[in-house]
């Protein structure tokens, strides 16, 4: 069945009021510029990201945001000669902060996921940019809707229970990291790295033609060298499972069976 989910950046006052109105989920895609390997392009993060935010728009109403292809990317697998952009953790933070604040001022406020397929290891810096960001926001709105000490005050001492899901502060703004949600997949082929097996899989399907395997003769970079065991399946397997899922959580976050 097809959505009335749109892409912000060609969309209209109309649509963005409908989206309030319905509380839809914000999906914003967030990348790097960062080295991968001679087979995998710059912008892998940000790709894989998008395809997993297109699947789930394709599933469910949602307003797809622009892609953020800046982020903190780091020097840890290839220093600024190999073309990675890092922006300072500090510097990404300040930025997703003015995003999601103006999304806060527009009446955007809830159902905010920010997805992110750079890193799978919890807590890295850019995940952890994004979710300071989210929290430092989450108060200040709080404190500028409420007052302060809002949450001291008698009539909140039911404060968690009284709140749905949707409704809980702490659930407004969240991270998402790409494909860490698909048991089935990983039971079936295993985990994912960098430029990897595992992650050429997920781009190729996303964006098929992207992996230039001819190319891996090229470099010896030892975490790209099983790259060749690349497959549509595997990635479609992960991709599949991934949007299914997700929909599922964020379906339950707004109360929709």
Same mark, same amino acid.
């Given at each position: 069945?097809?959505?009335?989910? !749109?892409?912000?950046?060609?969309?209209?006052?109309?649509?963005?009021?409908?989206?309030?109105?319905?509380?839809?989920?914000?999906?914003?895609?967030?990348?790097?510029?960062?080295?991968?390997?001679?087979?995998?392009?710059?912008?892998?993060?940000?790709?894989?990201?998008?395809?997993?935010?297109?699947?789930?728009?394709?599933?469910?109403?949602?307003?797809?945001?622009?892609?953020?292809?800046?982020? $903190?990317?780091?020097?840890?697998?290839?220093?600024?000669?190999?073309?990675?952009?890092? $922006?300072?953790?500090?510097? !990404?933070?300040?930025?997703?902060?003015?995003?999601?604040?103006?999304?806060?001022?527009?009446? !955007?406020?809830?159902?905010?996921?920010?997805?992110?397929?750079?890193?799978?290891?919890?807590?890295?810096?850019?995940?952890?940019?994004?979710?300071?960001?989210?929290?430092?926001? $989450?108060?200040?709105?709080?404190?500028?809707?409420?007052?302060?000490?809002?949450?001291?005050?008698?009539?909140?001492?039911?404060?968690?229970?009284?709140?749905?899901?949707?409704?809980?502060?702490?659930?407004?703004?969240?991270?998402?990291?790409?494909?860490?949600?698909?048991?089935?997949?990983?039971?079936?082929?295993?985990?994912?790295?960098?430029?990897?097996?595992?992650?050429?899989?997920?781009?190729?399907?996303?964006?098929?033609?992207?992996?230039?395997?001819?190319?891996?003769?090229?470099?010896?970079?030892?975490?790209?060298?099983?790259?060749?065991?690349?497959?549509?399946?595997?990635?479609?397997?992960?991709? $599949?499972?991934?949007?299914?899922? !997700?929909?599922?959580?964020?379906?339950?976050?707004?109360?929709?069976?």
């Amino acid at each position: 069945m097809a959505t009335r989910s !749109f892409d912000m950046a060609f969309s209209y006052p109309k649509e963005m009021e409908i989206a309030k109105a319905e509380r839809w989920p914000i999906l914003i895609p967030v990348g790097t510029m960062e080295y991968h390997s001679t087979i995998c392009p710059y912008g892998c993060d940000a790709l894989v990201a998008q395809g997993l935010v297109k699947d789930i728009a394709a599933r469910m109403d949602c307003v797809v945001m622009p892609t953020i292809w800046y982020g $903190v990317a780091s020097y840890a697998v290839g220093g600024p000669e190999t073309g990675t952009i890092q $922006v300072d953790c500090d510097t !990404f933070e300040q930025y997703v902060y003015c995003i999601l604040k103006s999304l806060f001022l527009a009446g !955007f406020n809830r159902n905010i996921y920010m997805v992110i397929a750079h890193q799978t290891e919890d807590y890295n810096p850019m995940q952890l940019a994004c979710m300071k960001a989210a929290r430092k926001l $989450v108060f200040e709105y709080l404190d500028t809707t409420k007052g302060y000490g809002w949450w001291g005050k008698n009539e909140n001492k039911e404060f968690y229970q009284q709140m749905s899901a949707e409704d809980n502060p702490w659930n407004w703004v969240k991270t998402i990291r790409a494909h860490t949600n698909a048991p089935e997949a990983h039971k079936k082929h295993g985990g994912g790295g960098h430029a990897d097996a595992g992650e050429c899989s997920v781009l190729e399907y996303y964006c098929p033609g992207t992996i230039k395997l001819e190319r891996l003769r090229e470099t010896d970079d030892w975490f790209a060298q099983d790259a060749y065991k690349m497959s549509v399946e595997r990635g479609r397997d992960f991709a $599949v499972e991934s949007a299914d899922n !997700f929909v599922k959580e964020m379906k339950a976050q707004k109360g929709i069976l």
